[in-house]
């Protein structure tokens, strides 16, 4: 029989509930499995009777293990390899802030280290992104949301994770139920995440994005847009095709109207496919009349094959000037951090534990993060 995670709201609070104790006594679970790694349910103080032999019978403190952990050398990134039950590997990757350090509109910036955690959501993707790792290797499965609040507490254990970001393995938005029950759980104790320090990136799924703001009021929406007109996005996404530029594009206003939050915008550099200076150009026409903060992303070679060559650092500067200068977007540069232990989700999982690929996504938390302040 499958063991069932605890953290999978649905099924701990329809088993208490079944077993007639009350739904709520999941929180002194998570509570304790998230500080007491060696959990064993006897141990767990105050819980009615009969939820002892319930959780014997139906539950392990968590289902998922830690199967490896990879720290950088400056001790900024680490990257925690997750074994399922299943026995499917998924990435999670802490980044650390010295908050310390730096400045915010001109003053010292407070608070100590927090971290940001990069969560997957499935194992594979099947959207297909020709440039991306997790999209060569197919879907294989969803995670459910006791699988993606797993990797939290895992990481959990090792620093105090004060964001997270749905930018690891997957489509978010294609495992969306799990996605939801998973974030609701994160705001609410013992986790107690603000939605505002959780961000969502997707490719485009327009029905889901339509309907976050509504069952996720508050979260971040992060778009992974990666070209200003529909035939390069589809050149570059197969999933374009299904979800049409012009439609993402009233999703996300309606989104925005909704929520009134802003909406940051994921653009991969590609050279010579959509860096051009008309690119710049049409997307700053495109998002003009948003409230986006653009991220654009120096793509990371995914293996000798690759169709695409990263843009150059002059061509990304001249793109992001248009989109300032001319358009007044709020722009940024993906920043690099974790390279020396590929702190890539996506690619490891793709290329066996102990490869030494270059990393990909994780610099764009640094980006989120700042504007997370
Ligand atoms: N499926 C979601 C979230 C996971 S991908 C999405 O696509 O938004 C997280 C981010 O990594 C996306 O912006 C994605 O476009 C980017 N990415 C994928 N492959 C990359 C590569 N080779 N180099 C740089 N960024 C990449
Ligand atoms: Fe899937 Fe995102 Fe990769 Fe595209 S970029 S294949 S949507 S994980």
Not at 214 to 224: E, K, M, Q, W
Not at 335 to 340: A, E, N, P, V
Request: aromatic share 6%; with cysteine; hydrophobic share 40%.
């Amino acid at each position: 029989m499958k063991i069932k995670s605890v953290f999978d709201v649905s099924e701990i609070k329809s088993e208490l509930e079944s077993a007639g104790i009350n739904p709520n006594f999941a929180y002194p679970i998570w509570k304790y499995v998230i500080r007491n790694p060696n959990c064993v349910w006897d141990e767990i103080p105050s819980l009615p009777s009969p939820a002892y032999s319930l959780l014997h019978s139906k539950f392990k403190p968590l289902t998922s293990s830690l199967h490896s952990l990879f720290h950088s050398t400056d001790g900024a990134t680490s990257k925690l390899l997750i074994k399922l039950q299943s026995g499917a590997l998924v990435e999670a990757v802490i980044m650390r802030y010295d908050t310390r350090l730096g400045k915010y509109r001109g003053n010292p910036r407070l608070g100590g280290l927090r971290s940001t955690l990069c969560i997957s959501s499935q194992v594979g993707c099947k959207m297909g992104c020709k440039f991306c790792a997790t999209g060569t290797m197919g879907f294989k499965n969803h995670l459910t949301s006791g699988e993606i609040l797993e990797q939290l507490v895992h990481a959990s254990r090792l620093s105090d994770i004060r964001n997270v970001v749905f930018m690891g393995m997957g489509e978010p938005l294609n495992n969306y139920s799990a996605v939801v029950d998973a974030v609701r759980v994160m705001t609410r104790p013992p986790f107690q995440l603000s939605p505002k320090r959780i961000t969502i990136s997707t490719v485009g799924v327009v029905h889901a994005i339509s309907k976050l703001h509504n069952d996720l009021p508050g979260i971040n929406l992060a778009v992974s847009l990666h070209a200003p007109v529909q035939d390069i996005r589809c050149q570059i996404m197969p999933a374009a095709r299904a979800f049409p530029l012009e439609k993402l594009m009233d999703a996300l206003r309606a989104f925005q109207k909704n929520s009134q939050q802003k909406i940051f915008i994921e653009y991969i550099m590609l050279d010579g496919v959509n860096d051009e200076e008309q690119h710049a150009r049409q997307l700053g026409e495109l998002l003009k009349t948003f409230e986006v903060v653009v991220n654009l992303i120096p793509f990371n070679p995914i293996g000798s094959s690759s169709q695409f060559r990263t843009s150059s650092e002059e061509k990304v500067s001249s793109f992001q000037r248009i989109l300032r200068e001319t358009y007044n977007i709020r722009t940024t540069i993906r920043k690099q951090m974790g390279q020396d232990i590929s702190g890539a989700c996506g690619q490891l999982v793709v290329n066996q534990p102990d490869s030494n690929k270059p990393p990909r996504s994780v610099e764009l938390i640094t980006d989120i993060e700042d504007l997370h302040l």
